[in-house]
């Protein structure tokens, strides 16, 4: 056990991980681990909250694509309130990793009343800053699309916390690394990349929408060659740990993006088709880096 915590441990700003491998934020619930043991994964990453409950937009709310999944969610979640009342107690009970709590907000005011809220209580190691939500202050604009914005708000919220501090990224903005520069600058002890990009799907016999959001988030095996360019980016560009998601479904997958410059990786989509993905990519991994006698921080950054 030594040995393989060893060759797969690796590290975020504040965290150790006994495993390279977490959880996307909003793709994999607490019954996935009737299939697989928790250590598998090196932290649980929750679905975004938010501070108010959100309900979601109405059905159809997923399409599957030729290569991926279109999702009009909406962020539904219950609201901060409620998931401390109920949900945060129940997941410190039941966990034997650590957990980290994604959270957005509309505008900078509520991410920080999250942060305040979340901060009295014990049991969380970090947090996932969702800057992919449209700014209100801003006329609508995603935070995470300006890297003034990212700057001030970030500054603000590590002012806060002594916790880990995640922040995800969009892949819908004109220079990801100078957006990654920003949540570095202001103190973001990781990052984490991509979130959806933008996606469609129209009924070619109709000519409706396919969902009840027609331009929604795409994600899964189609962007991989868009989210491994990206991290490879941003990894190159900050000096702080890259968390790295978008269309892993094989150990080989994971393998590219830590050759890219990540430091962990994260699985989402994949889950939906197959729920044994994270453990058959664990077990991948531990494979290859046995049969070569190396340590996954030997690999990590080294692409060619």
């Not at 995800?168 to 990349?193: F, H, R, Y």
């Not at 006698?293 to 990590?300: A, Q």
């Amino acid at each position: 056990m030594e040995r393989i915590m060893s060759e797969l441990s690796t590290s975020l700003g504040k965290i150790n991980l006994q495993s390279p491998i977490l959880n996307a934020s909003g793709t994999f619930g607490t019954e996935y681990f009737n299939f697989f043991q928790q250590g598998i994964l090196g932290a649980y990453v929750t679905k975004t909250i938010t501070l108010k409950p959100k309900i979601g937009n109405p059905p159809p709310r997923l399409y599957e694509t030729e290569a991926g999944l279109l999702n009009a969610i909406g962020l539904q979640n219950p609201g901060l309130k409620s998931f401390l009342n109920n949900d945060l107690f129940d997941l410190r009970e039941y966990l034997k990793i650590p957990l980290i709590v994604s959270f957005s907000g509309a505008t900078q005011e509520e991410f920080i009343r999250m942060l305040e809220g979340l901060e009295l209580h014990c049991g969380i190691y970090g947090y996932e800053i969702n800057i992919s939500c449209p700014n209100v202050e801003n006329e609508g604009i995603a935070f995470g699309t300006n890297p003034d914005i990212v700057f001030n708000l970030v500054e603000k919220l590590a002012r806060l916390t002594d916790r880990e501090l995640i922040v995800k990224l969009s892949p819908n903005v004109t220079d990801i690394a100078l957006i990654a520069q920003a949540a570095e600058a202001g103190g973001a002890t990781s990052i984490s990349l991509i979130n959806t990009l933008y996606g469609m799907a129209i009924n070619w016999e109709t000519g409706k929408s396919r969902l009840s959001i027609p331009v929604c988030g795409y994600s899964g095996i189609g962007i991989k060659p868009v989210a491994l360019a990206l991290t490879y980016q941003t990894a190159r560009a900050v000096k702080i740990p890259v968390i790295a998601m978008g269309g892993i479904h094989s150990w080989q997958d994971a393998l590219e993006f830590f050759y890219a410059g990540a430091s962990a990786i994260a699985i989402g989509t994949a889950n939906f088709s197959n729920p044994l993905t994270i453990p058959e990519v664990y077990q991948g991994l531990l494979n290859f880096l046995t049969q070569r006698n190396l340590n996954l921080k030997d690999i990590i950054g080294k692409v060619n």
